[in-house]
């Protein structure tokens, strides 16, 4: 676009010119406004996490708990053909924590084969969300596992 | 907390181009820095990274807001009178001459205040914003031949506009004397 020599030593010359620099308040105030920014997320991130682990795993789970226990002893009423379609909640996460292990002995099989049986107690945390409101749901209740382990003996 | 570092670099390298854009726009230098301020915290939101690929999305951020900001502050100009500090703010110095500069500086100030804001966008731009011809019509939604030739009427204006200095700045050279043209504001807005 630009081949004429004197455009060029124009071109050099002007930009020889430096821009002047900013003033310290302008970056102070940038500065503010971008701190600002990473306050916010700071926040936002610790409010996050409280309200999922505090309220939904107390309150949450205690009132869906309890609404579970009473809708077994309820009948059934007849879904909507709409439910069908679209899930009433959805499953987000299932955290099982182990609490203990329980040494049961050594017990013989029908075969007389011994066997170790063992006892694993956990406490497993399920959460639900409903679509269509984005409500949640955490029910957290204990767990009981039998193992029947196969042992050998020298 | 890196971040943090990162956005004062960026800002370091750009914000004297911007303020410089943005001046030509806006009429005074605190509303050029109110401009820039708006448009690079924007811009870093979006850009966190700083990536130099996104620096002519910075400039239109620029335009966007000086010209959003010029037209609600012809609204208040035409309500009350400009304030000293006001126009003062029109006289601060564009540049930061070198020794032995301070003339052309000067000099080059008050041209482009002279030339049609058009062609004082597209220069200002290209030179000290170092941004191609692509990139600066596609934020101004002009052709590309469309500006390219604003650009080399500003330049010969500006190069009438600094013959006065030709000798000691650009040499007594024969084409340094008045170009071939017409008068460059003349031809193109």
């Known amino acids: 676009m630009n081949h004429d020599p004197n455009d060029s030593q124009l071109e050099h010359l002007l930009r020889s010119l430096a821009p002047a620099g900013v003033s310290a308040a302008l970056t102070q105030r940038v500065d503010a406004e971008l701190q600002l920014d990473l306050d916010w997320l700071g926040t936002s991130h610790r409010q996050r996490r409280t309200m999922r682990w505090l309220t939904a795993a107390s309150w949450a789970a205690l009132g869906a708990a309890a609404a579970v226990a009473v809708m077994t002893f309820l009948p059934a009423p007849p879904a909507p053909a709409t439910m069908a379609a679209a899930p009433a909640v959805v499953p987000v996460s299932t955290i099982r924590e182990w609490e203990d292990i329980q040494n049961d002995g050594i017990h013989y099989s029908a075969e007389r084969l011994p066997e170790r049986h063992v006892t694993l107690i956990a406490r497993e945390r399920q959460t639900w969300i409903d679509p269509h409101d984005g409500a949640e749901m955490t029910v957290e209740y204990p767990r009981e596992q039998k193992l029947v382990l196969p042992v050998s003996f020298q | ?189």
């Open chain 2, 1 to 189: 907390m890196e971040a943090a570092f990162d956005w004062k670099r960026t800002f370091e390298q750009v914000a004297p181009q911007l303020v410089l854009y943005a001046r030509q726009i806006v009429p005074t230098l605190p509303d050029a820095e109110d401009v820039v301020q708006l448009a690079f915290v924007r811009w870093w939101r979006r850009f966190p990274e700083g990536d130099s690929a996104h620096i002519p999305l910075l400039y239109a951020a620029v335009r966007t807001i000086a010209l959003d900001q010029r037209r609600s502050d012809q609204r208040r100009v035409n309500r009350e009178a400009k304030s000293d500090i006001a126009v003062a703010g029109e006289h601060a110095p564009a540049f930061d001459p070198l020794p032995g500069q301070a003339e052309l500086s000067g000099i080059v100030q008050q041209a482009l205040r002279e030339l049609p804001e058009a062609q004082r966008e597209v220069v200002t731009l290209k030179l000290w914003g170092g941004l191609t011809f692509n990139a600066i019509a596609a934020m101004t939604g002009d052709s590309i031949n469309t500006v390219a030739g604003r650009y080399r009427y500003a330049l010969q204006a500006l190069h009438l506009k600094l013959a006065p200095l030709k000798t000691e700045l650009l040499g007594d050279s024969p084409a340094l004397h008045p170009l071939p043209f017409s008068t460059p504001t003349e031809a193109l807005p």
